[in-house]
Structure formats: structure tokens, C-alpha cells
């Protein structure tokens, strides 16, 4: 059942999902009150929505503008000639509940407020009018997402919080957020590093949904794969712990949460209004819950990317390939910080590594110290066979490769065919492996060529982290989740 302040009590999940969906994949949109001086924020953002677009506009000096972006204006919600899924309502706070009133006759399926000034103020203004919008929208059954929010992005329709988010094709992992500018920098941020976003979703004060409906919603959702959320607070904590328990069963979840510290959880009421909840507290029911935690942008975008691309693996046992020595030291450092296991290889793995390893320079105990063997990447056969012991091995569950660019850097950028052939030996492993397989581009003094490295690595399905401790994390958050899926820990 939905909680007591949710729209609609008597409502099941059910019944707030379906229409969840109606707002998430719209046919229709209609933007209230957006501006020339923010570049027609929202209108410009939704030019590559598929469906039909409206503004409502009454200021005479705006409609030139609109009309140029040819977008049908109206002066009221209640004029437009269609049913209206879903409205961003960009006034100032005192029209507010004027529009959440034409919206509740209109019948639209859910407003997003972009509107702030309300109860993160601390005025006792905002703090009235965010209850009076609250209650018209629950008495009514509007689903009203916000306020003080960016509201829905789905990538596939090409309905979005700003132009430079991508659009037009499917992705497979959600978002929500209460934070606006989390929510689009994770599409943004994310994109580089291959996360294709399939909805997400920006909510503010959470007057009406909050966290938890989201979180249900994209449980249910055939288009997500992977879940991230960016949490301040939630308005019903328990009721937040028992969705993210029951969604972590059946899909990873990866939770970043604002407000840490004393001065950040003081932040937190100034941004959104909502209440931060102990740390301990928060750790413990996180754990229990199974969900994956991240500690700001990077580190969420990594988690997600190695639960995306890797293959499900519960083992802590690495096999490592490093380019040079300092390099394979620092590695294993790194790998067993995270709680990651460097053992020692079979015994017939060493028979099979002695056949043709160049301990010139190099050894293969786990590390592999293996630049020489393969040739600083002119024998990718001798890569081949090295990924071929490693996956063989009974004590590796896992596999991590340095492609290193420092050395290679200018031979690649001179020789593309140097890395293609390093890619079609890593990628064929990928593909005949079951164990998880990441890969390590450190920024170099050729940092175009090592940025290249790590888009062609992402073009092949392969995870590429810029540092070891990064890749590390990520894995190790990653084997977390699927022993919790697995009821090993």
C-alpha cells in the first residue's frame, strides 16, 4: 500500500505505477511558464521529445519566442485541444497552486514543479504554500513530482532536464535523485563512460512521491537493469528501506548519499527539506538491504559501470596483469586494500606460464609483470595465452588488466593496429569468460590517447577504470552485491 500522505492512500502499488508509467513515457507534454532569459530551458530540452509538445505562456513578450521554436503556445493549461500526460510547471511559487489546480482539472497524469521557494526555505510562505500544493494534489490523485526538482528524463523519447542530455536510443540504467543537478550530471558524466540512462528522475522535496515510489517503479521496469539513487533524506524512512530491500533482490542498486557529516546534514534541509537520518543507522540498514553504496559521482558511476559490464561474480580472488613492476606492486596494493585476494597460481599455471614467458624484465607469480611477454602490445598471441591461464586457474574469480599507455602512448596514437589487436584478444576472453574482467587506463602524458583507450574498451564491452584503486572499488562493490544476491554474506 502506498504510505498515508502518498497520493491516493487507498491506492496499491499498482495503481501509482501505472501511472507512474503514463508520466515516465508521455505522448503528450505541455511546459508552463518558461522563460527567454533561461534560453527557453525546457522547450529548447524537449525539441527532441517524440511526442506532441505545448507551452502555456500569457506574457505577450514571450509568445514571439515560443512561436519561433514552433511549439503551439496557450494561454491555459485548459485550452490546449488534447490530454496532457505530463506538465513542468516553471512559475514562481505564488502561481503555483493555480497550475496544479488547471492540471487537476485537466486530468494530467503528473506535474514537476521546477518551481522552488518552498518548505527549504524555512519561510513560513514556502512552508504553506508546499502544504497546500501537497494537499490538492493528494486529494485529487496528481501525481506531482517536486517541488524544487528537475523532474523525468527518458532518454528514449528524448524527454529531458537539458539539451545536452542524449537522446533517441534505449538505455538500461535509472536514476533518481533529489538533487536536479546529480540527477543530469549522472546522465551526462555517465554517458562518457558508456551508462546509457533509461529513466530518471530529478524529485526534489518529495511533498508527494517520494523515493521509495521511484524506487518501486523502476523495480518493475523491463527497460532498467541497474539503479542509482542520490539520497539526502526520505520523508518515510522505513518505508524507503523495505523498497530498496525488496529492489535489491532483483536488480543491483547503487545509493549515494548527501549529508554525511554534521555540516552537510545541516545542508541538506536547505536543499531539499528533508531530514538526514544517523550515518550508523543509514550503514546498517544498507548492508541489510543489500544495496550497493558510493560516496559521490565517480564512485557511483563506476559501481554502475563494472554492474553493467561485468559478468556476475561472487569470489574475491584476483588475477592481475600489470605492464612493468612498479606497476604490478601497486596493483596488488591497491586490489588488497579494497579487500580484494592477490593468491598465488596453481601449480599448473606455472608450468603453462614458463612455456613462453619473458622473465627478462618480468615475472609471473600474480602479478603478471607482463609488458616484455606481450611485446608492449606486438604479441597479442602471448596476451591471448596469459587471459587463457587466468581464466583456467581454480584460484582467480576475477581478472584485471593494466593497458598501459605511458610506454604505448605515442605507438598507438602512430599505429592504431598496436591497440586494435590488444582489443580483439581482451575482447574474445570477454566474450568466452564467465569470470568478471576490468581494465585499468591511467590519464597520461598523452591523455587523448589514454581518453581513446577507454572508449574503445567501453565500444567492446569492456569496463575501463582510470586508476587501480577506482577499478578496485568498483569491483569489489560489485562481487559485494552478487554474493548478497547469492546469500553468501
Known sequence: MARPDSPGAAETRS?????????????????????????????????TFQGKLYSVQIDPDEIPGIEELGVPNFASLLDIPDEIDYVVCAVPRQVSPRVVADCIEKGVGAVTLFTSGFAETETEEGIRLQEEIGQ??????????????????????????????????????????QSGTHCINFSLVGDRHGIRCSKNVSFGNAVVLDAADYLEYLADDAETEVIGIYMEGAQDTRRFFRA????????????????????????????????????????????????????????????????????PGSGYRMGLIAMTGGQSVVITDDF??????????????????????NIIGGSYRNPLDSGGTIGWGLLPQNLEKLL??????????????????????RRMRENPGILDALLDTMTAHRERSQKPFIAIAHPGHLEDVSAMIRSRLLERGIPPFASFQAGARALRRAIDYWRFREGLD
Open 136 to 177: 490538492m494534489a493528494r486529494q485529487a490523485g496528481l501525481l506531482l513530482i517536486g517541488p524544487n526538482c528537475m523532474g523525468i528524463y527518458n532518454r528514449r523519447l528524448g524527454l529531458r532536464h537539458s539539451w545536452e542530455q542524449p537522446a533517441g536510443d534505449a538505455g538500461n540504467v535509472g536514476f533518481i535523485s
Open 388 to 409: 587463457g591461464v587466468l581464466d583456467e586457474d581454480e584460484t582467480v574469480d576475477a581478472i584485471a588488466m593494466e593497458v598501459g599507455a605511458g610506454f604505448l602512448a
Open 15 to 47: 495503481d501509482v505505477q501505472q501511472r507512474l508509467d503514463r508520466a515516465f513515457n508521455p505522448r503528450t507534454v505541455a511546459v508552463v511558464g518558461d522563460k527567454r532569459a533561461m534560453g527557453y530551458l525546457w522547450l529548447r530540452s524537449m525539441s
Open 244 to 311: 530498496l530491500r525488496e529492489t535489491a533482490r532483483v536488480k543491483p542498486v547503487v545509493v549515494w548519499k548527501g549529508g554525511v557529516t554534521a555540516a552537510g546534514a545541516r545542508a541538506i534541509y536547505s536543499h531539499t527539506a528533508a531530514l538526514a537520518t544517523a550515518p550508523a543507522v543509514w550503514d546498517a540498514a544498507m548492508r541489510q538491504a543489500g544495496a550497493v553504496q558510493a560516496e559521490s559521482l565517480d564512485e557511483t558511476i563506476d559501481a554502475v559501470k563494472a554492474l553493467v559490464y561485468c559478468k
Open 336 to 357: 588488497e586494500r579494497e579487500g580484494l585476494e592477490v593468491p598465488l597460481l596453481t601449480a599448473a599455471s606455472y608450468e603453462k606460464l614458463s612455456q613462453f614467458f
